[in-house]
């Protein structure tokens, strides 16, 4: 029989998918409850981008709109989620443990990259999570050896979760809304690519996207929203065997695929 490990990749959208949460949120909230009740959740998010992999310690968790222009009820959600000082502690030894310099932040709120998908999937907030940051300059390699490292926590009944989009070109969503709203042929075909070689395993292929795929670096102008994705097969393991439990396009070109690990 097989089991879910406790790792996920998650869609978070653009913000406005916490009003208008549609298939992929209902998929996100269908399979937080195959996990029951984890201990704490580690959300790495691409909007926190820092030097060196930087870990929330903090208690109280402000909950931060780091957007502009959008439908003013957003601004009015909040997410109350509490800290774990003591898991975090242990994300920062498990880190640390694999060669990372790390610092911590005890003032680190979550951000929309973090409490969207968190507040699908989590309603209640009644669940302890630690922010992780990324390291967009540091690339593929790095956020897959970031997931390595976290592993062992999953074994620990701590859920990671990595928070991104398989595909992110902003400049592309402004040019399809403005052609009439059609999305580019490239977002499904690297989209296709991402998960031909996601049920195949292939993390070599996967972490040298840009150059394996023809459009790869379309999709992902800055690295930062696919970073994640690699954080989660890192903290899978090579046993695992990655599974979409939901794949779709949403705002013309954004991929919402979402992937768990059997």
Known sequence: MQTLRNVLF??????????????????????????????????????????????????????????????????????????????????????????????????????????????????????????????????PEHAYRIGQALAALAEQNILIVASGNVTHNLRDYQMARMAGGQTPVYVQDFADWVHQHMVGKDVASLLNYRQASASGARAHPSEDHLLPLFTALGAAGAKAQPQAFYRGISDYVIAMDGYAFH
């Open 10 to 139: 998650v869609p978070h959208g653009a913000p406005t998918f916490a009003l208008q949460p549609r298939a992929a949120g209902a998929a996100m909230t269908q399979l937080a409850q195959s996990f029951g009740a984890p201990r704490a959740i580690v959300v790495v998010s691409p909007h926190w981008e820092t030097a060196v992999p930087t870990v929330g310690t903090g208690t109280q968790l402000e909950t931060i709109y780091d957007f502009g222009g959008f439908d003013s009820r957003l601004y009015d959600i909040r997410y109350p989620a509490t800290g774990c000082p003591e898991a975090a502690k242990q994300v920062v030894a498990a880190l640390q443990a694999n060669g990372f310099e790390v610092q911590e932040d005890a003032r680190r709120g979550l951000d929309h990259g973090a409490w969207i998908p968190l507040r699908q999937m989590f309603p209640d907030a009644d669940i302890p999570v630690i922010p992780l940051s990324v390291q967009t300059h540091a690339g």
